[in-house]
């Protein structure tokens, strides 16, 4: 036998060697049960917890493509109608929009600190009208002002969204647009209401101006 064949035999024999080598180890090693499925559940069960206590939306809504493929309902229609007073909502207006991309923060009230949805909505409201809103957008939904129908909505209306119940609030701007506090690690910002998420889960409209 020639010294290549020699070397080719024994590269065989050491690497059929290895593979029984590693398939001894794999049967020796027990199974190990993960952490990971315990700890995500963990994680989960604050996150549900935080969404209950903070009154607004804590969950960032995925954004889909436009258009009407995996609606499950008709566009609102919305109308827009003129302000009672309309100095007064262009005031709310033009301090709400000034906000977009202040960072979202749980518990905030301030452009210092960053907003949470009814921590915008109370900050916008308090300084431009010295009108004091509860704190959380479910308390802000019962207040006994008028609710609006058929989505006749006016610039600084107060919109709300949840699944069955309020959990969140925004700030109306006009043509279909408002502006909110979404969700943690966003900003402030202007989103539609006919967009995906949030057609499917608005809830009305109340008239705080008055």
């Not at 020639?2 to 059929?16: E, Y």
């Not at 929009?97 to 907003?115: A, D, E, K, S, W």
């Not at 949805?117 to 004091?132: K, Q």
Request: overall charge positive; charged content about 20%.
């Amino acid at each position: 036998m020639t010294a290549v064949h020699r070397r080719g035999k024994l590269c065989r024999m050491q690497t059929a060697n290895r593979s029984v080598h590693y398939r001894e180890a794999a049967a020796k090693v027990p199974a190990r049960t993960s952490a990971r499925p315990v700890k995500a559940l963990a994680v989960t069960l604050v996150a549900v917890a935080i969404a209950a206590l903070a009154g607004c939306a804590s969950h960032p809504p995925r954004q889909r493509p436009a258009g009407e493929a995996g609606h499950r309902i008709a566009p609102i229609a919305i109308v827009d109608v003129p302000a009672r007073d309309p100095q007064r909502a262009n005031a709310v207006l033009i301090r709400a929009i000034g906000l977009v991309g202040t960072p979202y923060r749980y518990g905030g009230n301030t452009p210092q600190t960053g907003f949470d949805c009814s921590g915008l909505v109370n900050f916008v409201f308090r300084d431009m009208d010295h009108l004091a809103l509860p704190r959380t957008a479910r308390d802000i939904a019962a207040l006994p002002v008028p609710a609006i129908r058929d989505a006749h909505l006016a610039p600084a209306d107060l919109v709300f969204f949840g699944s069955g119940r309020v959990d969140h609030v925004g700030i109306y701007v006009g043509q279909g647009r408002f502006v909110h506090a979404p969700n943690s690690g966003g900003t402030v910002r202007l989103d539609t209401i006919n967009g995906y998420y949030w057609r499917e889960h608005y809830l009305g409209a109340r008239r705080v101006l008055r």
